[in-house]
């Protein structure tokens, strides 16, 4: 009988993980090393359960094991437990890995990767190759917003391709922000992320179109939500601005939210935006409790932030 080893994660810590793992089992005695296709779990359990008298330990990888879909529940006579002489090592990706059911986990044996940080260069490289391979660069903008947006490294690493290809079509030399903006993110995810750096930049009458955009087909709740998120990391950048390594940490603003919030800070400074920020928390209260003025409200805190700066 085989034990099942799930490897799961994306991009290369999980290949690394993979190799780890097979590296490890081999100097086991697992020396009978083969690849198998995800066909079916019938198939796959049935061809690696019997072994002859003198044949040596075998390991089988299957990568993009995801295919097999959910292990049923009436396989598990079939599998053994980590001294088993055949070990199945099932390669999948992470948001895919809860392919073995609850009640059989503890029959199986599972090593995964961890996602790189925000700020660490694999995401980065993985950005940029991916576009150099379809012959356009990268602006640093594009990349620190692609690292807002898709925090899992399959995500970020089908979205930075799908970009890419776009804008290797259009032949265009650079990936612009504005381009993930227009290939990477839905309409209402669109609308609000002009809407901040909007903001942020004080760009008035960007803000007003993009605001009113938003009161046409989104709810005030998360735009309240998203605003505080942003702007919180303006108020305490701009009111301790020797600590805004430390803020950044605390309050988990990744690249493009702490050059946005930063820029904001510079054009606004500490009470405005101090100000706009308790506007924001007491529009969040009212909200909740049926008091609030809705959108008007939101406007009128959005132009008095406006009036506090150089608009242009």
């Not at 780890?20 to 019938?42: C, F, I």
């Not at 890419?164 to 993930?180: D, G, M, P, T």
């Not at 609308?191 to 087909?217: I, P, Q, V, W, Y």
Request: proline residues 4%.
């Amino acid at each position: 009988m085989p034990h099942i080893h799930v490897v799961s994660g994306s991009g290369a810590a999980a290949r690394r993980l993979l190799a780890e793992v097979t590296a490890g089992l081999e100097a086991k005695g697992y020396e009978d090393v083969r690849r198998q296709e995800a066909r079916d779990w019938g198939t796959l359990l049935t061809e690696n359960s019997c072994r002859g008298l003198f044949e040596d330990n075998s390991l089988v990888i299957v990568e993009e094991a995801e295919k097999l879909g959910p292990l049923p529940k009436k396989f598990a006579a079939m599998l053994d437990g980590p001294d088993a002489s055949a070990y199945i090592v099932l390669a999948c990706k992470s948001e895919n890995a809860a392919m073995i059911p609850k009640e059989l986990a503890d029959r199986c044996s599972f090593s995964k990767s961890a996602s790189p940080p925000p700020w660490s260069r694999e995401r980065d490289e993985l950005i940029v190759g991916t576009a150099r391979n379809l012959g356009v660069g990268v602006s640093k903008s594009a990349v620190f917003l692609m690292k807002e947006l898709f925090e899992d490294m399959g995500e970020l690493a089908s979205e930075s391709e799908k970009v890419a290809s776009f804008c290797s079509i259009l032949r265009h030399k650079e990936i612009s922000s504005s381009a993930v903006g227009d290939y990477c993110l839905s309409d209402g995810s669109r609308s609000l992320l002009k809407f901040l750096d909007a903001l942020c930049a004080a760009r008035g009458a960007d803000s007003m179109a993009a605001l009113s955009e938003l009161a046409l087909h989104s709810d005030l709740t998360p735009l309240l939500s998203a605003l505080h998120n942003r702007f919180r990391i303006a108020m305490y950048f701009a009111l301790y601005p020797a600590e805004r390594a430390v803020f950044s940490r605390a309050l988990g603003a990744r690249d493009y939210a702490a050059r946005q919030a930063e820029t904001a800070a510079k054009k606004y400074g500490p009470e405005r935006l101090r100000d706009f920020v308790t506007g924001l928390i007491r529009m969040t209260s009212n909200e909740r409790s049926g008091q609030s003025a809705g959108w008007f409200e939101l406007e009128i805190l959005v132009i008095d932030l406006l009036s506090g700066a150089g608009v242009n």
